[in-house]
């Protein structure tokens, strides 16, 4: 069945009209503005930000090699999983599928709009069936979230599985890839002309180390991004927010130097952790963070709390039994890391 985003889209974001402030309206230079009822004093921030982010797009565009038309810009990644819920989904009717374990921000923002959310567990080795997951769809099922490298597992998705949910689920495909600059693979943007149904998202948060300015990327076709620019909040990236991203993006061999610190660390710490005294079984990573199976979780987890260390305790999680989320740091860290949990051995 082809995808069609008209039979998908919810019949009133359709058919809205979207809201124009006075930075849509008005497009290029002049000397006074009296247009916005902004403070006429402390330039520059007294002025409303781009609610477009031209500049930053073709920023990105140019690092991406995706043209700007492609590009939504979110307040996180979170903004555009809940804005794809939100246009697509009839709340109390229209579903979402994804898979568990992985990030939970899905099922937190389908809550949110009232609209189901099915998971499917993934095998044990946290890789994807597509006919497992094509089997939890049903006519109501409009979005598909799949998180590749995964959290909490760190691995890639099987590429040709999701080709298959791609190539077979008439609704919208989300791949999630926060994580893609620590993979050995390429990033699914490539395929963005071949599948009409593919949402891409990426970060800011995790490789390029910026976190905390909150910007989440949304690669998509151009009738898709428009559907998400006509419902965003008039001015959802503020301008220190886009300021810093075009320093930070202007950095990327720092970035790459980091990553390959982060990749080589991962590595390491693997290691340590497979020989003696530890033995544990750590899950492959694609990732900045190891799955790594301890045995008692909950101890081990505690015993670090109280040596100034804070890891993710994923025990409770499907298929994580036993099992904490370890984020890779600078080597000094780990260092310190692989110490206090040897003394926590004995």
């Known amino acids: ?140 099922t409009k979005l598909v979230y799949l998180c590749s490298p995964n959290n909490p597992s760190g691995n890639l998705l099987n590429r040709e599985e999701i080709y298959k949910v791609l190539k077979y689920f008439p609704g919208i495909v989300v791949v999630d890839e926060a994580y893609i600059d620590f993979a050995s693979a390429p990033s699914f943007l490539t395929h963005l002309l071949s599948f009409p149904n593919l949402v891409v998202l990426q970060t800011l948060s995790k490789a390029w180390g910026a976190a905390a300015i909150r910007l989440g990327m949304a690669f998509a076709s151009e009738e898709i991004i428009g559907v998400l620019n006509k419902i965003k909040y008039p001015y959802n990236i503020n301008q220190l927010t886009q300021e810093y991203a075009l320093r930070v993006l202007s950095e990327a061999e720092q970035m790459q130097r980091q990553v390959k610190c982060i990749v080589e660390e991962r590595e390491r710490l693997a290691g340590l952790f497979r020989q003696p005294p530890f033995s544990y079984k750590v899950y492959p990573s694609e990732a900045n963070f ?57």
């Open 1 to 140: 069945m082809a995808f069609k985003l008209k039979e998908i889209i919810r019949p009133n974001v359709a058919a809205m009209k979207p809201y124009s402030s006075a930075r849509n309206e008005f497009q290029g230079e002049a000397s006074i503005f009296l247009d916005a009822n902004e403070n006429p004093w402390n330039l520059p921030y007294n002025r409303y930000p781009d609610p477009l982010q031209r500049e930053l797009k073709e920023r990105i565009s140019t690092l991406k090699d995706i043209a700007p038309e492609h590009i939504f810009l979110g307040n996180g990644s979170d903004e555009p999983i809940d804005l794809l819920i939100r246009a697509f989904c009839e709340p109390g009717q229209d579903h979402i599928v994804t898979i568990t374990p992985s990030y939970g921000m899905y099922e937190v923002a389908a809550d949110t709009n009232n609209v189901k959310c099915v998971k499917v567990l993934l095998d044990n080795d946290f890789d994807l069936n597509a006919e497992a997951l094509l089997e939890a769809v049903d006519a109501q």
């Open 290 to 346: 190891l799955l790594v199976e301890v045995g008692d979780a909950d101890g081990m987890y505690s015993g670090l709390i109280r040596e100034g260390v804070v890891v993710r305790n994923r025990n409770r999680i499907a298929l994580c039994s036993g099992c904490l989320r370890i984020t890779i740091g600078t080597p000094e860290e780990n260092d310190r890391l692989i110490t206090k949990m040897k003394g926590l051995l004995r």
